[in-house]
């Protein structure tokens, strides 16, 4: 049982490039959040999902896109990324109240 | 904004000490109240939770005391070990908004030998 898995761990990009980080999750949990993590800042929500075709925004979600084709499956897209977007990515889901979360994608944006 | 506010930024405590978290909330609306332990390199864990039917929960060494009419929950660590040296982070969320959870701005603890 492998949990949350985010694909990759570690990306750097630069100023105007896209990409998608991935996310999956094989625990059958209807719901999906992206979070990012900056020091001193907590875990910033920034979309989640409540089931397949469903999303809303979160704190933060300029910058961001994101969609939800299947329950396993929530990727995070940069459209064209920005140094203010250089952070540690989280995805989490959750069945009940607790949300279990992935191991994080380190992105630098130069 | 920030609706959950965290302290201390980071806490150093000895061995076998007792270390204290606090977290504070604006939001009437939360009812539900975990705390996270993060280590380098990983995600997030629940490590407890408590909602504000209960003034305390307690789960082995770590407590959570909840003060709904001052809107404040603490985490308290006893006899703190090396191998909880971690960042700790206190949330909340309202019932059917448990995908909004809010964050506190974490507290990096270290436990002294």
């Known amino acids: 049982n492998a949990g949350v898995t985010q694909t990759p761990k570690f990306q750097v990009l630069k100023t105007g490039q896209s990409m998608t980080l991935q996310c999956a999750q094989d625990?059958?949990?209807?719901?999906m959040s992206w979070y990012r993590q900056d020091p001193g800042m907590g875990l910033r929500l920034i979309h989640y999902?409540?089931?397949?075709?469903?999303?809303d925004q979160g704190e933060v979600p300029n910058g961001y896109n994101v969609s939800r084709s299947t329950t396993e499956d929530f990727p995070l897209r940069l459209l064209s990324a920005a140094p203010s977007q250089t952070s540690v990515y989280f995805c989490?889901?959750?069945?009940?109240?607790?949300?279990?979360f992935g191991q994080g994608t380190r992105l630098t944006v130069v | 904004q920030q609706q959950v506010k965290q302290s201390p930024q980071s806490l150093i405590v000895q061995k076998g000490g007792i270390s204290i978290i606090n977290c504070a909330y604006e939001?009437?609306?939360?009812?539900?109240f975990p705390w996270y332990q993060q280590f380098p390199g990983k995600g997030p864990a629940l490590l407890i939770a408590?909602?504000?039917?209960?003034s305390e929960k307690k789960e082995g060494r770590f407590t959570i005391s909840f003060n709904k009419s001052a809107k404040q929950f603490s985490l308290h660590i006893m006899d703190s070990q090396p191998g909880d040296s971690a960042t700790y982070f206190c949330a909340a969320s309202s019932q059917g908004g448990y995908n909004k959870l809010i964050f506190g701005a974490g507290t990096r603890l270290a436990v002294h030998p």
């Open positions: 939001n009437t609306a939360f009812d539900y």
């Open positions: 408590i909602r504000p039917d209960v």
């Open positions: 989490a889901s959750r069945g009940g109240a607790e949300a279990f």
């Open positions: 625990m059958n949990h209807e719901y």
């Open positions: 999902s409540v089931g397949a075709g469903i999303t």
